[in-house]
């Protein structure tokens, strides 16, 4: 079955140190990768997506994300994380010919000053 | 675009009683997903929709749940008889190839 593990439930970082929330997929094929956020008491906000192409991919709020296909991996990176990056992340899958999203269990980012 | 609106935004309801959870999508994506958050079993996919039509119901817990979608504009989730398991936050989102866009949720309590 496809499945979608975020190994870590929470991490705690120092402010202006770097981040890698680490993500992991089961599924037989490439499927579309997703990075969201959500802040408490919100819907979830689009991080960045992999669709195709450059395994490096750029998105909001200073995000980045590396596509490893021999890892099966999509993990999230900040160089420096700000206060205000304190959230949940949830990492998505979206398999092709059906656009059918599932989600990991999340990550809930703590950010220390 | 205002984005995807869920109402209501809090439901108290009592065991038993039927509950119905709106959303409109975005004007123009195709796909609208119903989504159910809680502590214990995080983000569920319950069910989705493609152009109005249910494309995958696996999700939905039981009979008590059902959705529709009568027009490309409106969604509905309904649970009848509501227990107070069903306590959680539901999220609807709508997605155009694939970029899903969510609503801000309907957090449910069911006494």
């Known amino acids: 079955a496809q499945s979608v593990t975020q190994p870590d439930i929470h991490i705690t970082v120092s402010e202006g140190a770097s981040l890698e929330l680490r993500c992991n997929y089961s599924?037989?094929?490439?499927?579309?990768l997703f990075w969201y956020v959500q802040s408490p008491g919100q819907g979830l906000q689009l991080l960045l997506k992999?669709?195709?192409?450059?395994?490096l991919v750029q998105g909001i709020k200073g995000f980045e994300a590396e596509f490893k296909r021999s890892q099966s991996s999509f993990n999230l990176r900040k160089p420096s994380v700000h206060w205000s990056d304190a959230a949940e992340y949830f990492c998505?899958?979206?398999?092709?010919?059906?656009?059918?999203?599932?989600f990991g269990a999340g990550t809930r980012l703590f950010v220390k000053a | 675009d205002a984005g995807v609106i869920q109402s209501p935004r809090h439901e108290v309801t009592e065991m038993g009683q039927e509950v119905t959870l709106r959303c409109k999508p975005i004007?123009?994506?195709?796909?609208l997903f119903w989504y159910r958050q809680t502590m214990m079993r995080g983000l569920e996919l319950l069910i989705y929709?493609?152009?109005?039509?249910?494309?995958?119901d696996s999700g939905m817990p039981e009979d008590r749940f059902s959705a529709k979608m009568p027009n490309a504009s409106f969604s509905t989730l309904k649970i009848q008889p509501s227990e107070p398991r069903d306590s959680a936050v539901y999220f609807c989102?709508?997605?155009?190839?694939?970029?899903?866009?969510f609503g801000q949720g309907t957090r449910l309590t069911v006494v």
């Open positions: 004007s123009g994506h195709d796909y």
């Open positions: 992999y669709f195709s192409g450059d395994t």
């Open positions: 599924y037989g094929a490439t499927p579309y």
């Open positions: 998505a899958v979206a398999l092709t010919g059906g656009f059918k999203t599932i």
């Open positions: 989102a709508s997605s155009y190839q694939a970029e899903a866009f």
């Open positions: 929709f493609n152009n109005n039509v249910p494309i995958d």
